[in-house]
């Protein structure tokens, strides 16, 4: 049993994952679905939130802090509604 412990960082991306599928799922079978959209939108507020307390707590490094950063960007982005 040489399994990983899982890290907040770790578990995090985790999360994020299932943010990116969920959005996913929405693009292909129901993109005109806005409503959802935001919500998953407003889910990853959340989550950003929750990472900037995470840093400012040393619960998380520079080097994951930007890792996460990142995915946040690309999440946001995939939320993005075009008017």
């Known amino acids: 049993m040489n ?14 994952e299932d943010y ?3 959005i996913n799922r929405i693009r292909t079978h129901d993109p005109e ?4 959209l935001a919500c998953l939108y407003s889910g990853i507020s ?3 939130e929750c990472v900037t307390a995470l840093r400012s707590n ?3 490094s520079e080097r994951e802090n930007e890792e996460l950063a990142n995915v946040i960007h690309t ?5 993005k ?3």
Not at 33 to 36: A, L, P, Y
Request: net charge positive.
């Open 3 to 16: 399994e990983k412990k899982p890290t907040v960082s770790s578990s995090l991306l985790e999360a994020m």
């Open 20 to 22: 990116a599928i969920k």
């Open 33 to 36: 679905n806005k409503v959802m």
């Open 46 to 48: 959340g989550i950003n």
């Open 58 to 60: 040393g619960f998380i």
């Open 75 to 79: 999440l946001y982005t995939m939320c």
């Open 81 to 83: 509604v075009e008017r």
